[in-house]
């Protein structure tokens, strides 16, 4: 009885997959004209709406930094921070498998 409720749901999932792929691949052949038309169209708009979206990022990064107190009375504590915190992504990029 349980394996046949295992290969039930088994069947059930492998159908659900199969769907997903279908409409995930119907999905990208409709929206991929769109996607490079746009960008052919309109270069400079997106590449201003791309600059202000990581200026306003940074902006925004560098206020919520500036409102911890701790960071605007010791700046060698954020500056050690971000060395730390380079050193973290940098030694995770070395990593086989990272």
């Known amino acids: 009885m349980k394996d046949k409720i295992v290969r039930e749901v088994e069947g059930a999932l492998e159908r659900v997959d199969k769907t997903a792929q279908k409409?995930?691949?119907t999905t990208e052949q409709f929206a991929e004209p769109y996607r490079k038309s746009a960008l052919q169209r309109f270069p400079i708009l997106f590449t201003l709406?791309?600059?202000?979206g990581i200026t306003?990022?940074?902006l925004a990064l560098?206020?919520?930094l500036m409102s911890i107190d701790v960071f605007v009375k010791h700046p060698m504590v954020l500056l050690v921070l971000g060395i730390v915190l380079l050193a973290i992504t940098g030694q995770s990029l070395k990593?086989?498998?990272g």
């Open 23 to 25: 409409v995930i691949a």
């Open 62 to 64: 560098e206020q919520i």
């Open 56 to 58: 306003a990022t940074f």
């Open 95 to 97: 990593r086989p498998g």
């Open 49 to 52: 709406l791309a600059t202000v």
